[in-house]
């Protein structure tokens, strides 16, 4: 193990130039409250700026990313994440601009805010846009905010949120902290909704249905038409989770398929980097009256053709986050809509969808795929039979990171067992593709003849496999002298 | 773009799955929803006409010289090597760590923001980040009407006003109970204890508070503790830190923040990198990612994530929060930003920032028409309120000048339309301090 940084300190050594003081402290006075004066200085290390940079380099060796590995990572769209928007989110005019600066100086970011909005109501048939969430998970809670408010300005009790069992973890989560009872609707054997289930449930508490799709089997909800009607007649609303939409961006129109809300993830299907767990971002559009629940501030256009910032709206929910948003990860995200265009921003669904279906087929001899012959832009493979003869859906993952390969989701969702949720995105050429294929090949053999050495992997990771069980149980969560 | 197929290898692909075209590829979807639409969007754009468009838009920014803005958000300096870490692009285009074997570069330095985060704040437990500091006052929120067992949360009207806005709509206004600062800008004592009821979860006090008042929070951990309610401090300027009593040592149970200050640039409000940290009894109800220390089967030492079992993703609608991506990339910068400056340059730049605010609070005072409007003790944030030029006059003229000249409250506090708040950091020279007065005396000429 790297030693942690805080033991590589030397008492005395200077890191980094900070600014020089320039105030002589004899013309001023400052009056601290005595009983609110630190008495101890915050224990930071002592290091060199080339001690830090080998520090967090040799951190960095550690890591496998989408540079420099295939990242078949299922429902998180690991797609590439395009140089040139690096370089234009980084740019001083944005990264240097404070967020209560007055608004004649802020009018190219403002700009950005409403080109954005626009392209992503075109994109998904919505009318109106926030981009104030950080997150998907965070655009959800948003959505469900907003269903509390719409039906309190109803002035309909609804307590209940349907929400399909092969549903993300963070559906229920955001439901219940909004205030929601969760109801969950089973799959049916093809893996898609269960509508005489949905039908059994569906009641005038009924606040909304939320939904992935193509869900997180990979596969499109094709009931979707009669599935909005029947919520729709019920007065409720139909929610779109856009943690999927890679596969039918620029083809397929949530707000065309009758869904009345969206959130998006600008940081899956919009190519902004991961960033190791984030910053994403996770703009919410809505149809309609109910984009009038939207949070403020909201970016309106003037009737001069300047933008500027709203703040009253009585049906709004109110914010979800100080400011306006993760703007720098909004700056990249317009950037990509804008090198795809109109022209190629369809190719985005198809491809993610033909390497997908290119790698089942490919993957179909060694795996039980549970549901269907054929998906959308990532598949569930189940590794039931190597279960079997005893080698885990996390055991053969392990064993990919020692070919050079990412792991797929492992044990999601949680109808299928020992899943393996595979999202090659449309980035991948036909080469990783095959070479993945020959390599899972590879393991099948492995895991018929030789299973100890799955049992054992990973070999040449920088560590061999972690004790998840001693960790959760003695947690060691910072370092200590 | 960014996709690599030819004409020749989609034919083979569509071959290999058994389909004439790519349109076959979606037989699932209805055809009254399938390509109808002709997208209304630009043609594609070049990589050259792109970065032209965005100079473009760049261009109609103001990035001013001298910037005397806070709030929340603040101007400090960042040095070179912290980007040169974050845009490495085995940190940036990873995702957040679940094959640990292949993610202990993220893991290790998730562990090492959690131990400055708690070293800083003096308490046990960080958490990976949050979204930013005004989510992090309500998953504080959350964890303590989860400990309680009460509903309602008490909070100083010298909290950041859009803190509190995003609090009503988390938990809903009708649980927020709030307590007014009085003629010293601190949050008042006696209103405060009047009103904790055993209905308070927890008491919400940020220090040094929206307008800047270094608040002494003593006495009112007293009253909290003795109402079995939490105290949570909230700190969106984390430098002060160097000049005040951290949180543990002012009695709460959780701190939470917004720490952009340490290495992310101010980007219009976001990303920025919320923070939580709490006491030891606390670790099991904490929201967000937590990394751990552990072994592996060699016996060697190595990173997990831990404590899954609050989580959205094993938990569902049980879980403590719903929260998965969080700000990781942020907490690296601020992690490559701590470990760069180090002690001598935290504390440097905390006096620093100490000594250049009282600077120019005390020139300003000096000037005729402009008072401070609060005698208490700041760190490097004050108010100053203008008698013959409304603040919106002063901040549209020294934009003019370049100069971000402070944020008007009026549109936060209707009754404080004559104040202005105003932020100086160790960007700010004594220079760009003499010049804002000077534009200051001259508008009061005219």
Redesign the interface.
Same mark, same amino acid.
């Given at each position: 193990?790297?030693k942690?940084?805080?033991e590589k300190t030397s008492e005395g050594?200077?890191?980094?130039?900070?600014?020089?003081?320039?105030?002589n402290?004899a013309?001023?006075?400052?009056?601290?409250?005595e009983?609110?004066?630190?008495?101890k200085?915050?224990?930071?290390?002592?290091?060199s700026?080339l001690d830090?940079?080998r520090?967090?380099?040799?951190?960095?060796?550690? $890591?496998?990313? %989408?540079?420099?590995h295939f990242?078949p990572?299922g429902s998180?769209t690991?797609?590439? $994440?395009?140089c040139?928007n690096?370089?234009?989110a980084?740019?001083?005019?944005?990264?240097?601009?404070?967020?209560?600066?007055?608004e004649?100086?802020?009018?190219?970011?403002l700009?950005?805010m409403y080109l954005l909005k626009k392209?992503l109501c075109?994109?998904t048939?919505m009318d109106d846009f926030t981009l104030q969430p950080?997150?998907?998970?965070?655009g959800?809670?948003t959505a469900m905010?907003m269903t509390k408010k719409w039906f309190e300005l109803k002035k309909e009790n609804r307590t209940k949120i349907l929400i399909p069992d092969s549903a993300?973890?963070?559906n229920?989560?955001?439901?219940?902290?909004a205030g929601f009872e969760?109801v969950q609707i089973a799959s049916n054997e093809n893996g898609t909704v269960n509508l005489d289930d949905l039908e059994a449930k569906i009641d005038d508490k009924t606040a909304c249905f939320m939904m992935t799709n193509p869900n997180t089997l990979g596969?499109?909800e094709?009931d979707?038409?009669k599935i909005s009607e029947k919520i729709h007649s019920k007065g409720g609303l139909l929610y779109y989770d856009g943690a999927n939409l890679n596969a039918?961006l620029?083809?397929?129109?949530p707000g065309?398929?009758g869904f009345d809300f969206v959130h998006l993830n600008m940081?899956k299907t919009f190519?902004t980097?991961?960033?190791? #767990?984030?910053?994403?971002a996770g703009p919410v559009g809505a149809k309609g009256k109910l984009a009038e629940c939207l949070?403020l501030p909201k970016i309106i256009q003037k009737e001069d053709k300047t933008f500027s910032l709203m703040y009253d709206n009585p049906s709004s929910?109110?914010?979800?986050?100080?400011?306006? #948003?993760?703007?720098?990860?909004l700056?990249k995200a317009l950037?990509y809509?804008?090198?795809?265009?109109?022209?190629?921003?369809?190719?985005?669904a198809?491809?993610s969808?033909?390497?997908a $279906?290119?790698l089942?087929?490919?993957l179909e001899d060694i795996y039980e795929i549970p549901y269907g012959k =054929?998906c959308?832009h990532e598949f569930v493979a189940s590794a039931d039979r190597q279960k079997n003869i005893g080698v885990t859906a996390i055991d053969i993952?392990?064993r990919m990171?020692d070919y050079g390969f990412?792991?797929p989701?492992?044990y999601?969702p949680l109808i299928v067992h020992e899943a393996l949720m595979i999202e090659p995105t449309?980035?991948? =050429?036909?080469q990783t593709l095959d070479l993945y294929s020959e390599i899972l090949h590879k393991i099948q053999e492995e895991t018929e003849k030789n299973p100890d050495l799955l049992h054992?992997a990973?070999h040449n990771?920088?560590?061999?496999?972690?004790?998840?069980v001693?960790?959760?149980r003695k947690?060691?969560?910072?370092?200590k002298k | 773009?960014?996709?690599?197929?030819t004409e020749q290898?989609?034919k083979?692909?569509?071959n290999?799955?058994?389909?004439d075209s790519?349109?076959d590829?979606?037989?699932?979807?209805?055809k009254?929803?399938?390509?109808?639409?002709?997208?209304?969007?630009?043609?594609?754009?070049s990589?050259n006409e792109?970065?032209k468009?965005?100079?473009?838009?760049?261009?109609?920014?103001?990035?001013?010289e001298s910037?005397f803005?806070g709030?929340?958000?603040y101007?400090h @300096?960042i040095?070179s090597?912290v980007?040169?870490?974050t845009?490495?692009?085995?940190?940036?285009?990873?995702?957040?760590?679940?094959?640990?074997?292949?993610? &202990?570069?993220?893991l &290790?330095?998730i562990?090492?923001y &959690?131990?400055?985060m708690?070293?800083?704040t003096g308490m046990? %437990?960080?958490n990976?980040?949050l @979204?930013?500091?005004?989510?992090a006052i309500c998953e504080a929120s959350?964890i303590s009407i989860a400990e309680t067992k009460r509903k309602k949360v008490m909070i100083s009207e010298a909290l950041?006003p859009?803190?509190a806005?995003?609090l009503?709509?988390?938990i809903g206004s009708e649980n927020i109970i709030k307590v007014p600062f009085n003629e010293n800008g601190l949050t008042d004592y006696e209103v405060l204890k009047s009103k904790l009821t055993n209905e308070i979860a927890c008491v919400i006090l940020q220090n040094p508070n929206f307008l800047g008042s270094?608040?002494?929070p003593?006495k009112i951990a007293e009253a909290v503790k003795q109402n079995k309610s939490l105290l949570v401090i909230a700190i969106n300027e984390p430098y002060s830190?160097? %000049?005040?009593?951290?949180p543990r040592?002012?009695g709460a149970d959780i701190a939470v923040g917004?720490a952009q200050s340490f290495g992310c640039?101010?980007?219009?409000?976001?990303?920025?990198l919320g923070f939580l940290t709490v006491k030891r009894n606390l670790?099991r109800k904490i929201s967000g990612?937590?990394?751990?220390?552990?072994?592996?089967?060699?016996g060697?030492? #190595?990173? %997990?994530l831990?404590?899954?079992?609050r989580?959205?993703?094993?938990?569902?609608?049980?879980?403590s929060?719903?929260?998965?991506? $969080?700000?990781?990339?942020?907490a690296?910068s601020a992690?490559?930003h701590?470990?760069?400056?180090?002690?001598?340059?935290?504390? &440097?730049?905390a006096?620093?920032n100490?000594?250049?605010a009282? @600077?120019m609070a005390?020139k300003i005072s000096e000037l005729d028409g402009f008072t401070l409007k609060f005698k208490?003790?700041f760190f490097n944030e004050f108010v100053i309120s203008c008698s013959k030029e409304t603040p919106e006059e002063i901040?549209?003229r020294m934009?003019s000048k370049n100069i971000?000249g402070g944020?008007p409250l009026g549109r936060f506090y209707p009754n404080m339309k004559d104040c202005l708040l105003i932020a100086v950091t160790?960007?700010n020279?004594?220079e760009d301090i003499d010049n804002f007065v000077k534009e200051l005396s001259e508008g009061v000429k005219k």
């Open positions: 193990m790297t942690i940084i805080f050594r200077k890191g980094s130039a900070v600014p020089e003081k320039d105030i402290i013309e001023i006075s400052i009056d601290i409250d009983e609110m004066k630190a008495d200085i915050p224990d930071l290390p002592e290091l700026e830090v940079i520090h967090y380099t040799e951190l960095a060796n550690k $890591n496998i990313c %989408v540079n420099s990242y990572l998180c690991m797609k590439y $994440n395009p040139v690096e370089e234009i980084s740019m001083r005019s944005f990264t240097d601009i404070h967020p209560y600066q007055v004649s100086s802020v009018s190219g970011n700009e950005i392209y075109e994109l048939g950080a997150a998907g998970a965070h959800e809670f905010l993300h973890g963070t229920p989560a955001s439901a219940n902290m969760v596969l499109f094709r979707i038409l039918i620029g083809l397929v129109r065309d398929a940081h190519s980097p991961h960033g190791g #767990g984030g910053p994403g949070p929910i109110g914010r979800v986050k100080a400011f306006y #948003g993760n703007f720098l990860v700056v950037a809509i804008l090198s795809m265009g109109k022209d190629e921003i369809a190719n985005v198809k491809l969808v033909l390497n $279906n290119y089942l087929k490919k =054929s959308m993952c392990k990171l990412h792991a989701t492992v999601f449309e980035t991948e =050429s036909i054992e990973p990771m920088p560590v061999k496999r972690l004790d998840d001693t960790a959760a947690p060691d969560l910072a370092y | 773009m960014y996709t690599p197929h290898e989609i083979q692909m569509l290999t799955v058994g389909k790519l349109d590829l979606f037989e699932s979807v209805p009254e929803i399938y390509n109808t639409h002709e997208m209304n969007l630009p043609k594609s754009y990589e792109l970065k468009f965005f100079r473009k838009l760049a261009s109609e920014n103001k990035v001013f910037n803005l709030g929340g958000c101007n @300096y040095p090597a980007s040169a870490i845009s490495d692009s085995r940190f940036f285009t990873a995702y957040t760590p679940y094959q640990a074997e292949a993610s &202990q570069g993220t &290790q330095a562990y090492e &959690q131990t400055y708690s070293r800083l046990d %437990v960080s990976a980040s @979204y930013d500091g005004a989510t959350i950041h859009e803190y806005e995003t009503a709509s988390y270094i608040e002494n003593n830190l160097g %000049v005040i009593k951290n040592d002012c917004d640039s101010m980007g219009f409000g976001g990303p920025s670790m990612r937590l990394a751990g220390k552990t072994v592996d089967k060699d060697n030492e #190595g990173f %997990v831990t404590l899954q079992a989580e959205q993703h094993i938990r569902r609608e049980k879980a929060s719903n929260i998965c991506s $969080n700000e990781a990339l942020c690296l992690t490559v701590l470990s760069l400056i180090g002690k001598s340059g935290f504390m &440097q730049t006096e620093n100490l000594e250049k009282h @600077y005390k208490s003790s901040v549209e934009a971000g944020i160790e960007m020279t004594k």
